[in-house]
């Protein structure tokens, strides 16, 4: 029997393609090595949102309690509850993304794939039991993985990467955390919540180095306050375990030895490959065509193994487009404006341009910013922190670029994403009624901000 | 109560009148039917009666004025009537002075008025399509604001073919894509808010949604017919030199693997011959000016699954009977198989549409907005003619016909070019010098 179209990988842009081509009426297969829902569901996006959300909590309990007028005697935590909880969480959504699956019709085949010829993909399963198929065509979604440093190999239990991290057994007393992106960023404000002491290494002058400037500035500025220790213009030279324990060896702005439990690379991440295929790659990730297509006839790419960005809404929306490009009179799409978040608390979130960008490019912009303090609803929930930065054009005024810090940032970016996929103007946003009381509303004031008109600012 | 006589509508288009001569003097008596004005109208002046008895009070405007419909031009009281204030005149006719609200539905089609300017700051633009909701984006609407672009002529490209900034940043400055329908993922454009005449639902009736294109072509061609004032021009044609020509041509170029002429192509270097000879014809209406094009842009009419496009020759006038032919086999193809790319179906400045194949006489083709003219091509048949002995012999005659916008072109100016036209395919030898 062969199928229109095969998916190697189960993630989001894997199963969501997937999905979609059964829905395209077409018969499907996606073949997943580990469980439904990829990285994303299992060792990345949700679990360690689960996690943020207990670090959130206990931060609450630990720190704002009496300011809110309660008397916490005893408060203590399960650390394996806490991973446990995470735990359920993928699980109860990779069952979802089965059940998905099952209603969709789409065939969903456990094991690992290699490309066995044209149309012809092969599966070995955890038993080493081996099955072929056939397909019209292939869509690889295979992800990636964890990169690791030369001198730093991960061993697993001292040296680790994300995936290790979000199951420690045993909370770790000290960690350092290699790399101050999203991921190294997330890590240390869980770890340091429930009282890991944590050092944060990252060679870029400010950690969030893809944020904007004042962002990452703020955000460093509230880490700090937290806790911890950020050490920037800083590079790892080189490390050693000894005894069950690490030590780092660094240079740069700073260069000392730092000893810890636990050293987490969070540097990057490398594509996983399938098999049985000489694709053309581009720093090791799979080139592909406006299509979506490879070099390979008949095989097309999504997601992370793509390259960047590596989030999981990116990769949904490549898998959507390949698939109804290839099997609709739809012209594919490349993906255009996109989020990034950060859940760490202050939350980050932006989209568009950084103003250093704006300044590189040189293109005119002004700027409107409105900071929490001075929201009538962040002052009630008790979560003044940060600000709502938008950038627009100068002559015509559309939005080009906004950068959110602050309690639930990554909610409130979703309009900003939609203003500058219409093409919106600081008009339309300052005239749009936003809710009172709300977060949002610093949207709003931040664009009167930007061209003179804030009313509480 | 006095009688207010106003500037009449004296046409479907007009929009001002203009008072050349009164035949009256204010303190005349006049009764019902007698002239008392000599109006001019865009078409013809004529004389105007008045509709009630009565004596010439005041006459409001001097000969020579020119003034809008509805405009108070005389007022006539009737026997016995004291002569109302300049007050009482005001207060009398506040509520029916504003000029007749027809004039905005009678199909006038104003364009941008700054087409040929590239001004820093643009005059406010009329909009070609009055009426006609357009999606556009904030940004595509502050941009074409400010260069004064008519988003109403703009083909969007963005969702659910909204306008976005690429669209107007790419379009002409003082205007949109001139007539044309995109090719391959058309944009759905908004249809006009014409009245739809309600369908009574039949058995076994199915509904079609409307394709991109049929929209467009349903908007353009009911705003060509409404709006503009057609004529209609027919000639009847000798075609036999046309054809030996073409068999002498092909049954040469078959040999040599050469390309292949029809008819048609012979008919459309006739088209541009007798533009240059009539370039009147070869002209745009812009509101307030005609435009007279330089270059001839052919528009070939393409009949294509589900409908018509209408894909441009550009500079045509500068092309060789070899090159047009290769074009329009060229442009055909990629109609059909939805390869036209939306530069394509810019620059046409005369459009020809030619039903021959399927066997028809004749037809009144409409135009193709914003040209002045369509040819209508029919089929070639034998018939009994007369020849120039007075005798009745066989033949092969064609029809061309040439509707023809009355604004920019008049009858004599359409007769003209046909007899051009019907010079160059009687005497296909003219084409060539």
């Not at chain 1, 397909?135 to 964890?146: H, L, N, P």
């Not at chain 1, 806790?227 to 050693?240: C, D, N, Y």
């Not at chain 2, 249809?191 to 739809?196: I, T």
């Amino acid at each position: 029997m062969k199928y229109d179209l095969i998916v190697i990988g189960g993630g989001p842009a894997g199963y969501v393609g997937a999905i979609k081509a059964a829905q395209l009426g077409k018969k499907v297969a996606c073949i997943e090595m580990d469980r439904a829902g990829g990285t994303c569901l299992n060792w990345g996006c949700i679990p360690t949102k689960s996690l943020l959300r207990n670090a959130e909590l206990y931060s609450l309990m630990q720190h704002e309690a009496e300011s809110f007028g309660f008397k916490i005697e005893g408060l203590s935590y399960d650390w394996s509850k806490i991973i446990g909880r995470s735990r359920k969480v993928a699980n109860n959504l990779a069952g979802g993304i089965e059940f998905l699956f099952k209603k969709n019709k789409v065939d969903y085949i456990r094991g690992r794939a290699s490309i066995s010829g044209q149309g012809k993909v092969s599966v070995v399963d955890k038993d080493g039991a081996a099955s072929n198929y056939e397909a019209d065509k292939i869509m690889v979604s295979t992800g990636v993985v964890t990169r690791e440093l030369p001198h730093l190999p991960i061993d697993g239990h001292t040296i680790i990467g994300s995936r290790q991290a979000m199951i420690l057994e045993e909370q770790p007393k000290e960690i350092v955390i290699i790399g101050a992106g999203a991921i190294g960023v997330e890590f240390a404000y869980f770890f340091n919540a429930f009282g890991t002491k944590v050092t944060l290494i990252e060679m870029m002058p400010h950690i969030l180095p893809v944020e904007d400037e004042e962002v990452s500035k703020e955000l460093g500025k509230a880490f700090k306050k937290q806790g911890i220790r950020a050490l920037t213009e800083t590079k790892v030279s080189g490390a050693e375990v000894e005894n069950g324990r690490v030590k780092v060896h660094t240079e740069g702005k700073t260069s000392e030895t730092i000893e810890a439990d636990i050293c987490l690379l969070a540097v990057g991440v490398q594509p996983v490959l399938p098999e049985g295929v000489d694709f053309d790659l581009d720093r090791g990730y799979i080139v592909v065509d406006d299509d979506y297509q490879t070099n390979v006839s008949g095989v097309y790419a999504t997601g992370d193994v793509i390259g960047p960005p590596w989030l999981a809404h990116c990769a949904s929306f490549e898998a959507i487009q390949a698939v109804e490009g290839m099997f609709t009179e739809h012209q594919a799409k490349k993906v255009g404006t996109f989020p990034g978040c950060t859940y760490c608390n202050p939350q980050v979130a932006s989209v568009g341009l950084t103003e250093q960008a704006a300044k590189e490019k040189g293109v005119a912009y002004k700027v409107g910013k409105f900071p929490f303090q001075a929201s009538g609803k962040a002052q009630a929930a008790g979560e003044t922190a940060g600000f709502v930065k938008l950038i627009f054009g100068e002559e015509h005024g559309e939005i080009l670029g906004a950068h959110i810090i602050g309690h639930e940032a990554t909610e409130i970016i979703a309009e900003l994403c939609l203003a500058i996929e219409m093409e919106a103007t600081y008009e339309e946003i300052g005239s749009t009624i936003h809710a009172h009381p709300t977060l949002s509303e610093a949207v709003m004031e931040a664009s009167h901000d930007a061209f003179g008109h804030a009313i509480h600012f | 109560m006095a009688v207010y006589i106003e500037m009449p509508k004296l046409s479907d288009t007009m929009t001002e009148g203009t008072l050349i001569k009164w035949l009256v003097k204010e303190g005349d008596t006049v009764e019902a039917g007698d002239v008392f004005a000599e109006i001019e109208t865009d078409k013809a002046t004529m004389e105007w009666e008045v509709l009630d008895d009565g004596v010439i009070h005041q006459l409001k405007v001097a000969a020579g004025d020119k003034v809008e419909i509805g405009t108070l031009i005389a007022v006539l009281l009737e026997d016995g009537e004291s002569a109302p204030s300049d007050d009482e005149i005001a207060a009398d006719r506040s509520g029916a002075d504003a000029p007749a609200e027809e004039s905005q539905a009678s199909g006038d089609s104003p364009t941008p008025s700054d087409s040929s300017s590239s001004s820093v700051t643009p005059a406010p633009v009329e909009p070609a399509n009055p009426g006609r909701r357009v999606k556009a984006s904030p940004l595509a609407r502050k941009i074409a604001e400010k260069r004064g672009i008519d988003l109403t002529a703009i083909q969007g490209s963005g969702p659910s073919g909204r306008i976005v900034r690429a669209d107007v940043e790419n379009a002409p400055a003082g205007g949109g894509a001139s007539a044309g329908v995109a090719a391959g993922a058309v944009a759905a454009v908004g249809v006009a808010a014409a009245q739809a005449i309600p369908v009574p639902a039949l058995e076994g009736d199915q509904r079609i949604e409307l394709s991109g294109m049929r929209k467009i072509i349903a908007e353009r061609l009911l705003a060509s017919k409404t709006q503009i004032p057609h004529f209609y021009l027919n000639t009847e044609v000798d075609a036999s030199s046309l054809m030996s020509v073409r068999k002498q041509i092909n049954e040469t170029t078959e040999k040599t693997g050469g390309n292949k002429y029809s008819v048609n192509d012979f008919v459309l270097k006739a088209v541009v011959c007798a533009a240059k000879a009539v370039p009147a014809v070869n002209a745009s209406w812009a509101g307030d000016s005609i435009i007279q094009h330089d270059a001839v842009g052919l528009s070939i009419a393409i009949s294509v699954d589900d409908g018509l496009m209408t894909p441009v020759i550009l500079d045509a006038d500068k092309k060789t009977l070899l090159v047009i032919s290769e074009e329009v086999k060229s442009l055909a193809e990629a109609a059909k198989n939805k390869k036209l790319s939306p530069d394509s179906f810019s620059g046409g400045t005369i459009t020809v549409s030619n039903l021959g194949a399927w066997g028809v006489d004749s037809f009144s083709a409409i135009i193709n907005p914003p040209q002045a003219i369509i040819i209508s091509v029919g089929s070639i048949s034998k018939k009994p003619v007369v020849n120039s002995a007075g005798e009745i012999v066989a033949g092969l005659r064609m029809n061309i016909g040439l509707s023809g916008d009355h604004r920019v072109v008049d009858g004599a100016v359409g007769a003209a070019y046909l007899a051009e036209m019907k010079k160059f395919i009687e005497n296909p030898a003219l084409m060539l010098v």
